[in-house]
């Protein structure tokens, strides 16, 4: 504490009063005069040092303003409070405050003595050397209260008991007072009046000037103390002792740096594995283990005593992470032991699959992450021997049915509808079963949804793009014809599902339905509406062969594979053009002989004219309505006469018109052709059948002689030459089942002559093949 050398006399204090309200005192006024009664610390310093003769020392606790007084209940430890800042003291300062009657406080009472003591009343005095007949009187009166200045301190009497708070003092303050806003002050009960015998005094003397050279030694100790670690404090052999935490901090920093990059090999069992500190996340923390010498300014004579005695060996702080602790776990176990495997529950296709749990045995966490722990900051080979133990599993029997009786089973229970707007939704539990995941989490499995997958269940249910619509349609499965469900365009947010989804899941029936916040586009065609269609049954098949040349493979597949699936509505037009596109390399064609003008050429997509013919012997036989064919310009004889078509990008389409009530879905392949048998491609029409067709076919008429023509730019090939004609086929419709007539179609073809070529650059091109075309 800071000394005031300016601070006045104290003023005299109040009287005390007996319980009948006359004062405290005793007729025989040649004893000392005692009352005990706070005043400052920095005052009694002053005062001891004005008796000493010796400059006060100047000890202010860092916690505690200047001049302090601090009450300290009898209970506290007095090791750890500064008793002298407790200090009762005979005094002319008044009483500042009121303080609890019924606590009792720790203080200390000065007793001085004002005038020699009569010998008579001297004489006349009980002995009163006896401890036991020693007893403070705090009933006397007091009278000229000398000043301190003049008398020296005598005794010194410490002591507990309640203390009586007395009335406020007269306005009246000291210098003292005003510069260091002192707490209140109180005196203490009186007690019985006994007086002081001179052995006590002397006691007391004895006391006090003990009590005075100890406190001048501990604030000596905190002030060589300061905020330093204890003497002979070691971290891991590392002396730190003596220094600040700031100090000690960079220095132990430094000292197990590469401790932190030095393997450790693990034996467990009869393996070992080298583990890297970083793996396991293990780190020396040099300040958290500084904080643990109790580093720092303090009074208290416990941690005083400490730091001179010495902090002995503090245990590091480590730390470590509980997942890669898992892992190097793991890792361990890989070559040590028997890995447990925890309970589980999966959804497949609908069906609960569960796996029962299963003990193993390998090194546990806790026991790795303490033997690592235990090696980090040692020098040189670091071993870590780890014992292995039983490894339970997380996930128990009860656990796994508590999984299945909680989610599982009423998940796969029924279906569940999505409602988005007024459009529903609805989904099997054999479609969304995959979405639901059991994961092991604080021992039980725990239910969620997988984001990835109910995304995968959603694009099926909705749409590739699940913003726009997708109209219902019919396919081919195993066979036969099956309608696919129309697909509404729907913009949701996917997480507004998966927040409600295993609530759903698990609903009773009935219940199983939730509505989503979406915008919804609705398909052309629904799924109604292809159940209308009526595709049940193959109405028509036609087949046509041709030899073995690869770009006819090539080209009249690519044609079969893009008209395959093809689904007319009723009142829908088939155009060939429209759905093979143009027949280019990156369509996927290649280059084979062609009929231009009569002459045979070389050009992309040779070949495909076969595909439009089988195409439209299909819709005849179907008793569709020819929109637009042409039979090719030449007669080729593998082709059904007057009952053909050609087709070129973009001038020669086929096209047909769906003039039923009726869907008509067209299926095709082709058995690819090979150098000892020849080709085949097939066209079958599916719908509801209405009609039985038969085909009639007339004499050919019209002959036209054939000419003569010499090329010369190569790109042809020579022919032999042909006349022309002309043909009629009749199409007869009769209704379906019933052998009744009904209509008749007639079809005129005329073929051109076939004018015999010489190709005469024929020796520079490839010879072309046996039957072209």
């Not at 005062?47 to 006060?56: C, D, M, N, Q, Y």
């Not at 008793?83 to 303080?99: D, G, I, Q, V």
């Not at 003596?242 to 393996?271: C, N, R, Y």
């Not at 890989?334 to 959804?347: E, H, S």
Request: proline share 7%; with cysteine; net charge negative.
């Amino acid at each position: 504490m800071s000394y005031e050398p300016e601070a006045s006399k104290a003023p005299e204090p109040a009287k005390q009063t007996d319980a009948d309200g006359s004062n405290a005192s005793h007729a025989g006024a040649d004893d000392a005069a005692i009352e005990t009664i706070m005043i400052p610390q920095i005052e009694i310093d002053a005062r001891v040092a004005e008796s000493t003769g010796a400059k006060p020392v100047e000890n202010v606790p860092d916690d505690e303003p200047d001049g302090a007084t601090r009450i300290i209940a009898a209970d506290e430890d007095p090791a750890e409070e500064t008793l002298l800042r407790s200090t009762m003291l005979r005094s002319e300062l008044p009483k500042r405050a009121e303080l609890p009657k019924e606590d009792n406080f720790l203080f200390v009472s000065k007793n001085r003595k004002f005038a020699p003591e009569p010998d008579a009343a001297e004489a006349a005095a009980p002995d009163l050397a006896d401890d036991a007949a020693t007893e403070v009187a705090l009933d006397r009166p007091i009278h000229n209260t000398p000043d301190f200045d003049d008398e020296p301190l005598e005794e010194t009497v410490m002591g507990v008991g309640p203390f009586a708070v007395n009335e406020p003092a007269p306005a009246e303050h000291s210098p003292f007072e005003t510069a260091f806003d002192q707490p209140d002050y109180a005196q203490p009960v009186a007690t019985e009046t006994k007086r002081l015998g001179t052995g006590a005094k002397v006691a007391v003397a004895v006391a006090g000037g003990v009590a005075v050279l100890a406190f001048v030694g501990w604030a000596a100790a905190y002030a060589v103390a300061g905020d330093k670690i204890p003497e002979g404090t070691k971290v891991a052999g590392v002396d730190i002792g003596g220094m600040t935490a700031d100090a000690a901090k960079p220095l132990l920093d430094e000292k197990f740096a590469a401790a932190h990059s030095q393997p450790i090999i693990v034996t467990a069992g009869d393996s070992t594995t080298e583990v890297n500190p970083a793996e396991a996340g293990l780190s020396f923390d040099a300040e958290a283990t500084i904080e643990k010498t109790d580093a720092g300014r303090s009074w208290s004579p416990v941690k005083l005593w400490k730091h001179f005695t010495g902090g002995g060996e503090i245990e590091p702080v480590i730390k470590s992470d509980d997942n890669l602790i898992a892992k190097v776990a793991a890792k361990v176990n890989k070559r040590a032991g028997t890995p447990f495997k925890d309970g589980d529950v999966v959804i497949k296709k609908g069906k609960i699959k569960t796996t029962q749990p299963v003990a193993g045995e390998g090194v546990g966490d806790d026991a790795l992450r303490t033997a690592l722990a235990g090696q980090l900051l040692v020098e040189g080979d670091r071993k870590a021997d780890v014992p292995l133990e039983e490894l339970t599993p997380d996930v128990d029997e009860a656990d796994v049915q508590e999984a299945v009786d909680k989610v599982a089973t009423p998940a796969v229970s029924a279906p569940i509808t999505l409602k988005f707007e007024k459009t529903p939704v609805e989904l099997s539990p054999k479609e969304f079963g995959d979405a639901i995941r059991f994961d092991p989490k604080d021992g039980e499995l725990q239910a969620s949804v997988a984001p990835s997958k109910l995304k995968k269940v959603l694009k099926k249910a909705l749409a590739d793009d699940a913003a726009k619509p997708v109209d219902a349609t019919v396919e081919m499965v195993n066979g036969a014809p099956k309608v696919i469900p129309a697909k509404p365009g729907v913009t949701f947010n996917q997480k507004d599902l998966e927040a409600v989804f295993l609530d759903i899941v698990t609903a009773p029936e009935g219940e199983r339905i939730v509505e989503v916040k979406s915008k919804v586009a609705k398909p052309k065609v629904t799924t109604e509406e292809a159940k209308a269609w009526g595709i049940k049954e193959k109405v028509s098949s036609f087949t046509t062969n041709f030899p073995y040349a690869e770009y006819r493979n090539v080209n009249i597949g690519r044609a079969a594979e893009l008209v395959n699936g093809t689904v007319l509505a009723p009142g829908d037009t088939f155009s060939l053009n429209g759905i093979v596109g143009e027949r280019t390399a990156a369509n996927g064609f290649t280059k084979g002989w062609m009929i231009q003008n009569g002459i045979f050429r070389e050009d992309y997509g040779g070949g495909v004219s076969q595909m439009a013919t089988t195409t439209f012997n299909a819709m005849f036989f179907a008793g569709l309505q020819d929109v637009e064919h042409k039979a090719h310009s030449l007669y080729i004889d593998r082709y059904p006469i007057g009952r053909e078509a050609t087709v070129a990008w973009p001038t020669l389409d086929l096209k047909f018109k769906n003039n039923t009530k009726y869907g008509v879905l067209i299926r095709s392949w082709v058995n690819p052709a090979s150098g000892s048998s020849q080709g085949s491609v097939t066209v079958e029409m599916w719908s509801t059948k209405i009609w039985d067709i038969k085909a009639r076919t007339g004499e050919r008429y019209d002959f036209k002689p054939f000419g003569k023509q010499k090329i010369t730019d190569g790109n042809c090939e020579n022919t032999v030459g042909a006349q022309g004609f002309s043909i009629n086929v009749w199409r007869d419709f009769y209704n379906a089942g019933s052998g009744t007539k009904v209509d008749t179609e007639t079809f005129k073809t005329t073929y051109i002559p076939q004018d015999e070529v010489e190709c005469t650059d024929e020796s520079q091109k490839p010879p072309p093949p046996a039957d072209p075309n």
